[in-house]
């Protein structure tokens, strides 16, 4: 049954293959072209050749029309010049007196054309004279003669002397080009469908023969067999651009399956990932917990200490407990209100408030509100602008990251005891780093600074009161911002860096 279907399928095929399409359209297209020329020179060429004698005829009534207001149309010295007026357009011209009397003509029996004349003036006979154009000099007449079954078109009026003027041309020779244009175009016709015929079916067979490699691939393609290749010809055109994505969509196809297969072993993996992610919401768990069990262990330690009386004998003492406690509890504050300010970045749920305003206002009140600091630790620190820096920004969050990164040099800075804070203008934004002296930070712990919790120094971090959220909240406004922030590793330091879109100063 499938045999008997697939040999239907190659018959349907053959009959309505593009080789014989393009033989079909080019021959049509051929006898297109033959029967226009057919239509063409039956009904135009004919109409604009007797228009084209209507202007001629015109054009030499006003030349001679013009020469005999000055005398010159009578005198032998003119021959020369209305021979060749005649015989250039092929003109037969009879002038007269109105008794008759021939004055010039431009061949030697002019019986005939005088009867013309008087034909033309007096005659009524419809069927034979068909008035074509009409002014107040001349009349110009398609004249049938049905004696000799000839036709001409003929000019007659008055010279501005008064006297007749005759002027024919034969439309015969018209019909004789046109008839023998006729015989011309159908061997013409009949060679060119021929001829069309011939290169249709070799053009047919070049232009599908590629057409036919394609549809064997597709076929192997649906076989889920993607190892044959269509190969371009020399002169590449659109059959083998179409090759070209075939080959594109094959490979893609393979690449596909293997994806969909891989996906497979995904989602296996996908489910160690939740476990994973359970795994490391429970250390976040355990870091919080951490991070809050000393300062709570320090606070019901001294707190129980002033409940038990044992700094009721000295002020001084009492005062150290209640300090201690004051600042665990203010450590406290600070990693809850750090984590609730991270999570609100990272959730969206603190919509940032872009302003325009000079950062390098912003920086200066952030050295200054730590000069202390900065003194008591004997750090030297330089602020590196060009005057005024207007940016996009929040001006909040942006004061929180310059703080976050201020603070971690001060607490980090060695050997020189340096910091230098630069504004570096770019094409469209401004980059602020923050440079400390002192240890450059381990490779292997770059990856990991904006992670909560995470501190490459947990003594020393603990020593100042960091809670490792700092750089994540500076990580969470950049990501908000849509701008990038980082760290580079110096011989003799470290900088953190983070950029602010630039804003014109006259808007």
Not at 33 to 56: C, P
Not at 124 to 133: F, H, Q, S, Y
Not at 285 to 293: C, Q, Y
Not at 408 to 433: G, L, P, Q
Request: negative net charge; glycine residues 4%; aromatic residues 10%.
């Amino acid at each position: 049954m499938s045999q008997v279907r697939e040999v239907k399928e190659n018959k349907t095929t053959k009959k309505y293959s593009i080789s014989r399409q393009i033989s079909r359209y080019m021959v049509f297209i051929a006898f297109a072209a033959i029967l226009v020329s057919f239509i063409f020179n039956a009904v135009f060429i004919t109409g604009f050749s007797v228009i084209r004698r209507e202007n001629v005829l015109a054009k030499a009534y006003n030349v001679l029309s013009a020469t005999s207001k000055t005398g010159e149309l009578y005198e032998d010295d003119y021959n020369n010049e209305f021979e060749t007026l005649c015989s250039n357009e092929n003109l037969q011209v009879l002038i007269c007196d109105a008794s008759g009397n021939v004055l010039r003509s431009s061949q030697g029996s002019n019986s005939m054309m005088i009867r013309q004349l008087y034909n033309s003036m007096l005659s009524r006979d419809e069927d034979n004279r068909v008035l074509v154009k009409s002014s107040s000099d001349y009349s110009i007449l398609k004249l049938k003669d049905p004696q000799f079954e000839s036709e001409f078109l003929v000019l007659w009026g008055t010279l501005p002397d008064s006297n007749l003027i005759l002027i024919r041309s034969g439309l015969g020779s018209i019909k004789q080009s046109m008839h023998f244009t006729a015989r011309v175009l159908l061997a013409a016709g009949v060679i060119a469908v021929l001829l069309a015929w011939v290169v249709s079916i070799f053009l047919s067979q070049r232009v599908t023969e590629p057409v036919v490699r394609l549809t064997k691939i597709s076929k192997q393609m649906t076989e889920l067999d993607f190892n044959a290749k269509y190969v371009p010809g020399r002169k590449p055109n659109e059959i083998d651009d179409l090759g070209i994505h075939m080959n594109e969509l094959s490979e893609t196809l393979e690449k596909t399956i293997q994806e969909l297969v891989q996906a497979n072993n995904d989602l296996q993996r996908d489910l160690d990932l939740r476990e994973e992610n359970e795994k490391m919401r429970r250390e976040f768990s355990s870091s919080v917990s951490h991070e809050l069990k000393t300062p709570l262990a320090l606070i019901m330690g001294y707190a129980e200490g002033l409940s038990d009386a044992v700094a009721d004998d000295n002020a001084e003492d009492r005062k150290y407990y209640c300090d201690v406690i004051v600042d665990e509890a203010e450590k406290m504050n600070r990693i809850v209100k750090e984590l609730l300010d991270l999570s609100h970045l990272e959730y969206g749920e603190k919509i940032l408030s872009l302003e325009r305003f000079d950062v390098t206002e912003i920086i200066e009140g952030v050295i200054k509100s730590n000069s202390i600091l900065t003194d008591k630790n004997g750090i030297t620190v330089s602020f590196i602008h060009n005057g005024s820096a207007y940016v996009w920004s929040d001006p909040f969050f942006t004061e929180q990251v310059i703080t976050n990164y201020f603070s971690n040099a001060i607490h980090y800075c060695e050997y020189e005891k340096k910091i230098e804070v630069k504004i570096t203008e770019r094409e469209t934004d401004y980059r602020i780093s923050v440079f400390n002296s002192g240890n450059p930070i381990p490779e292997e712990s770059i990856p990991h600074l904006w992670e909560k919790f995470y501190k490459v120094d947990k003594a020393r971090t603990r020593e100042y009161g960091g809670s490792g959220i700092g750089l994540s909240i500076v990580k969470a406004i950049m990501d908000d911002l849509h701008k990038e922030c980082g760290v580079i590793n110096h011989t003799n330091g470290v900088e953190f860096y983070f950029d602010l879109d630039k804003s014109n100063k006259n808007i």
